[in-house]
């Protein structure tokens, strides 16, 4: 099923977006996937155009980035490490004709943010020190690959250009660095906008 309707999904409530997941991707919605409400808003923040490249990091089933490439002519990279996690992405690539949208089966140390305008972040490693509320089980306890993958998208971060824009969705006690300023809050303060200013 092809739907050629995008406005008709853009439309779409969250119950009904996640419909196109199976169920045992769709369960997980609430506390991993990025709400469309949420979304839209980042999407606004992010300012995304027809030249904008954003990175999804730790997209899981592709949902923003899906949903983004639906909302505007920008275009989104998800990284993810799980691939069976990327084949549900790519379907629903297919199941909605979505063309400008891609994802990379990669540990996200080997991406080169560089490549990329602007980032969503939605607290990406918190099943490296959750013990409950998983996707699967392939990812371990660890602190120490929860600080290692952080500190690693710490320091990308601060090797961007001035005015680059990141939005953090539930990842209140991500330490950005001081060259970067809060600029906006949404929904109860989960949502962010950080620009690099210096």
């Known amino acids: 099923m092809q739907i050629q309707n995008q406005q008709k999904v853009i439309d779409w409530k969250d119950h009904e977006f996640d419909g196109l997941y199976d169920e045992e991707y769709r369960r997980h919605s609430l506390i991993h996937w990025t709400p469309i409400e949420a979304a839209k808003k ?13 990175l999804d990091i730790g997209s899981g089933i592709g949902k923003f980035c899906s949903f983004g490439a639906i909302y505007t002519d920008g275009q989104f990279t998800g990284v993810e490490n799980r691939l069976d996690l990327i084949e549900v992405a790519n ?22 943010f560089r ?3 602007s980032f969503y972040y939605y607290n990406p490693f918190c099943e490296y020190i959750s013990i409950s509320d998983s996707i699967d089980d392939s990812i371990s306890y660890s602190p120490e690959k929860h600080r290692e ?7 990308k971060f601060q090797d961007l250009p001035i005015n680059t824009k990141v939005v953090t969705y539930c990842s209140e006690k991500f330490a950005f660095p001081d060259t970067y300023e809060l600029k906006e809050l949404k929904f109860k303060d989960r949502l962010a906008l950080w620009i690099k200013t210096k």
Do not use: F, Q
């Open 149 to 155: 993958y952080e500190d690693s998208v710490i320091e």
């Open 91 to 112: 379907s629903i690539n297919k199941k909605l004709n979505i063309k400008n949208a891609e994802y990379v089966h990669s540990n996200i140390t080997e991406i080169d």
């Open 42 to 54: 980042a999407l606004e923040w992010l300012n995304v155009t027809r030249d904008t490249h954003t």
């Open 115 to 117: 490549n990329y305008d």
